[in-house]
């Protein structure tokens, strides 16, 4: 069955510390997609990175970071030197290629960034 | 600026009331979609179109209904039937729902039942 699963529900952390957010995924596909959004206060989802099942190389976009780990079915999200804009709420997000692309997108984790 | 367009950003519903909320592309996407989100909750899909004229029922489905009449609109009709309507709804729109693509969202319309 399809699942993701962020078992943090809120990381609060003090400006300029380094924060990651965990993501587990379930999924019976060998070719899947995975998908990081932010959410801030304003509501709209922003897309931050997409990942097939494939390409298990690490990526960095300035501050973000993210580890790919098929071995343990972890699509971790790191923050490095976080700052107050960073603060919002963080969905990870699983598509199955069984079922047409199906998206299923987890909990989310609410990020509080002190200054 | 493309992008996807929600209104109305809060609405008010009475009990046994329907309403509709609006959705707008202007990003020449294929696909679009509904989604209803609560507090503490991931994203559950309503209802998508992969095409004009086209749509299928998502995870929780019953007591909506849409409607994909010209490429750019896909607005949602939360009827009297929706038991628990209150909630943050999220439209959104990808290139093509069968390729994995990533998607582009509103900014959301915040539903209260009075």
């Known amino acids: 069955a399809q699942k993701v699963t962020q078992a943090q529900t809120e990381i609060s952390v003090v400006e300029k510390e380094d924060v990651t957010l965990d993501c587990v995924y379930e999924?019976?596909?060998?070719?899947?997609?995975l998908f990081w959004y932010k959410q801030p206060p304003s509501g709209e989802l922003v897309f931050l990175i997409r990942?097939?099942?494939?390409?298990?190389q690490n990526e960095i976009s300035g501050r973000y970071s993210w580890n790919f780990q098929k071995s343990t079915s972890s699509f971790n999200f790191t923050i490095t030197a976080s700052q107050v804009v960073d603060s919002a709420v963080y969905f990870c997000?699983?598509?199955?290629?069984?079922?047409?692309?199906?998206?299923?997108f987890g909990a989310g984790t609410r990020l509080f960034v002190k200054a | 600026d493309g992008g996807i367009t929600q209104s109305p950003k809060y609405l008010f519903r009475k009990e046994g009331q329907n309403v509709t909320l609006s959705c707008e592309q202007n990003?020449?996407?294929?696909?679009m979609y509904w989604y209803r989100q609560d507090p503490g909750q991931g994203l559950r899909l309503i209802y998508y179109?992969?095409?004009?004229?086209?749509?299928q029922k998502g995870d929780i489905a019953e007591g909506y209904s849409v409607s994909r009449e010209k490429k750019e609109s896909f607005p949602l009709t939360v009827t009297s039937a929706q038991k628990n309507p209150t909630a943050f709804y999220l439209c959104?729109?990808?290139?093509?729902?069968?390729?994995?693509?990533?998607?582009?969202f509103g900014q959301g319309t915040r539903l209260t039942v009075v």
């Open positions: 959104a729109s990808s290139i093509d729902r069968d390729r994995g693509d990533e998607a582009f």
């Open positions: 999924t019976r596909d060998t070719t899947y997609y």
């Open positions: 990942r097939n099942s494939f390409d298990e």
């Open positions: 997000a699983l598509s199955e290629t069984t079922g047409g692309f199906k998206t299923i």
């Open positions: 990003l020449n996407h294929d696909a």
């Open positions: 179109s992969q095409i004009v004229n086209d749509f």
